[in-house]
């Protein structure tokens, strides 16, 4: 067993996203809107439990003996007004309820809430199993990072493009705790994130629709116009990772007090989906994957990997795409002769420009049909950055393959 020195700074934590949002304080009482604190308190469950008509209210948290009650001002016209917000502000922040820190973490970045429920069947005790909470957040990132596809573009499979840029765009969104695997809330920034709130709203219940219409009349055709809502084959592996395991599963989108409900969206109730559903969403996911063509294109990448089994003949490299496809990378299998200027044109830092067909069969991870493969002539400044980026990655240290075989992948 290994011990950490005495002396070594402790790795650090990151912090809850409520602390994150606003350093572990509640937000200013001048900065609240009464009528967003109380829409965010009915929001959750806060019960009205009487108060002075027209001028505060009192509200209580859901369930029995919690002790905690808030005296919230109906607007900020009464001189105990910005008090009765402070004195609130403090009890939510010492309230061991836990809508109590989603309520100040949506005071503190304004924006929408999408809450994921999972219908679990309680254990011995009403114990969960060990990988409840990791299966939920799994599920809840993979149906985030879906919506954000969608914003990217519209198709009924992905695969890996524009992979980089919606996992970049779930960056801003929050997540809260995901206590016995049964639910979760994130918090998607009204300035950096509501077109993937509202994208991911549409395709729910543009999900849902073609599930119903599936069972109604047998046919796949609703999934095929359900995509210019921002279903994919993606949202359905995700709804199926969703639902398995559970007796039921649903996914809520509740718009920003502040900002108010966006442009063709409606204040709706949790979309609910259950295990009947997972052959028909399998069904789809299949179909999606299926039916997304491969596409011709002309891509400029660095060479970072390269194998073939032995001194001569065809072998397999691959491209960090710069240009040319929304992907990270693509494997290729080259001739002898293109194989010699792949590799060349890594030796001296040069990218290369490929004409080929991104293959939707393999995730639009491999180019097929190649030919044109040719160094692109950069200037000096751009062949320098790309060969310390080169020299920094470790890849590079054996990519004639020693250390990757054939079958290497993203």
Not at 55 to 83: I, K, Q
Not at 302 to 321: D, P
Not at 367 to 376: H, I, K, M, Q, Y
């Amino acid at each position: 067993m290994t011990h950490r020195p005495t002396g070594e700074p402790l790795r650090p934590v990151r912090p809850h996203p409520a602390d994150a949002a606003h350093d572990g304080r509640p937000p200013e009482p001048a900065d609240i809107d009464p009528a967003v604190l109380t829409a965010l308190l009915h929001r959750h469950g806060w019960q009205r439990r009487g108060g002075a008509a027209g001028r505060y209210d009192r509200w209580t948290p859901p369930g029995p003996g919690t002790g905690t009650s808030l005296l919230v001002p109906a607007g900020r016209a009464f001189p105990d007004s910005e008090d009765l917000l402070t004195e609130a502000l403090q009890a939510l922040s010492r309230s061991a309820t836990p809508s109590a820190r989603e309520i100040l973490l949506a005071l503190a970045v304004p924006g929408d809430e999408i809450h994921w429920w999972r219908d679990i069947p309680a254990g011995p005790g009403g114990a969960t199993a060990w990988t409840a909470e990791e299966q939920l957040r799994s599920a809840a990132r993979r149906t985030l990072l879906a919506a954000a596809l969608a914003t990217r573009a519209r198709a009924g499979f992905h695969g890996a493009r524009h992979r980089r840029q919606a996992a970049a765009a779930l960056d801003t969104v929050l997540v809260g705790p995901a206590a016995g695997g049964r639910r979760l809330t994130a918090f998607a920034p009204v300035t950096t994130g509501r077109s993937l709130a509202v994208r991911l709203h549409h395709a729910l219940y543009a999900t849902r629709e073609a599930i119903d219409y599936r069972r109604a009349t047998g046919g796949m055709d609703a999934f095929d116009t359900a995509v210019t809502a921002g279903v994919s084959h993606e949202l359905t592996e995700a709804l199926v990772a969703l639902v398995r395991g559970t007796e039921g599963a649903r996914i809520a989108v509740a718009w920003a007090p502040a900002a108010g409900v966006p442009e063709g969206c409606a204040a709706a109730e949790p979309v609910e989906f259950s295990p009947g559903d997972l052959p028909v969403l399998l069904e789809a996911g299949l179909r999606y994957q299926r039916a997304e063509p491969s596409m011709t294109v002309r891509i400029t990448g660095t060479v970072v990997r390269m194998h073939r089994s032995g001194h001569r003949g065809e072998g397999t490299v691959r491209l960090r795409v710069l240009a040319g496809a929304e992907v990270g990378h693509v494997r290729i299998a080259l001739g002898e002769e293109d194989y010699r200027v792949a590799g060349h044109a890594h030796l001296v830092g040069l990218p290369v420009r490929v004409r080929g067909r991104l293959e939707s069969r393999g995730g639009f991870r491999r180019l097929t049909d190649v030919g044109e493969l040719a160094p692109v002539q950069v200037d000096e400044a751009e062949r320098d950055r790309l060969m310390k980026a080169l020299q920094a990655n470790a890849e590079t240290a054996a990519f004639f393959g020693e250390a990757c075989g054939p079958d290497c992948e993203d």
